[in-house]
């Protein structure tokens, strides 16, 4: 894999979550295969094909901002795919009005029709550093 290519395949998930953040669901469609795979290991759940994992998503309540903070990729040549990670901060309200922050860190797998092909996503809520170890610590803003 060379640089550019590597850099396609970032810019492929980007675009992916840049479509989330906007609710341009059929966009964000388009870049998945249709026999997409989502696995979230926390709930135990696994969504099988796009059109499931973007209702899913168009239907999720609350509103939400989206940014992706960390991205890496690596060329798998055994298998031939790009496998693109991120680490994104999603700010949600809630329908009740409360507002939560939460990182998703996801594996995407995207073959050389730069089309994602599934996506392995962990799901972590922040919270406030525990008074207990907060001498141990910098606490970041």
């Given at each position: 894999?060379?640089?550019?290519?590597?850099?396609?395949?970032?810019?492929?998930?980007?675009?992916?979550?840049?479509?989330?953040?906007?609710?341009?669901?059929?966009?964000?469609?388009?870049?998945?295969?249709?026999?997409?795979?989502a696995?979230?290991?926390?709930?135990?759940?696994?969504?099988?094909?796009?059109?499931?994992?973007?209702?899913?998503?168009?239907?999720?309540?609350?509103?939400?901002?989206?940014?992706?903070?960390?991205?890496?990729?690596e060329?798998?040549?055994?298998?031939?795919?790009?496998?693109?990670?991120?680490?994104?901060?999603?700010?949600?309200?809630?329908?009740?009005?409360?507002?939560?922050?939460?990182?998703?860190?996801?594996?995407?797998?995207?073959?050389?029709?730069?089309?994602?092909?599934?996506a392995?996503?962990?799901?972590?809520?922040?919270?406030?550093?525990?008074?207990?170890?907060?001498?141990?610590?910098?606490?970041?803003?």
């Amino acid at each position: 894999m060379n640089d550019h290519e590597g850099a396609e395949a970032v810019g492929i998930v980007c675009k992916f979550w840049n479509y989330f953040n906007l609710c341009e669901w059929d966009s964000a469609k388009n870049l998945l295969a249709e026999d997409f795979e989502a696995y979230w290991p926390q709930s135990k759940e696994r969504v099988i094909g796009r059109d499931n994992f973007i209702e899913i998503n168009r239907n999720y309540p609350g509103s939400r901002k989206i940014q992706v903070e960390n991205s890496q990729c690596e060329y798998d040549r055994w298998d031939k795919i790009y496998k693109v990670s991120t680490i994104t901060n999603i700010k949600w309200e809630k329908p009740n009005g409360k507002k939560e922050e939460l990182y998703a860190i996801s594996f995407f797998e995207i073959d050389s029709d730069e089309i994602i092909n599934s996506a392995l996503e962990y799901w972590a809520v922040t919270y406030p550093a525990p008074a207990w170890r907060k001498h141990l610590v910098e606490v970041l803003k």
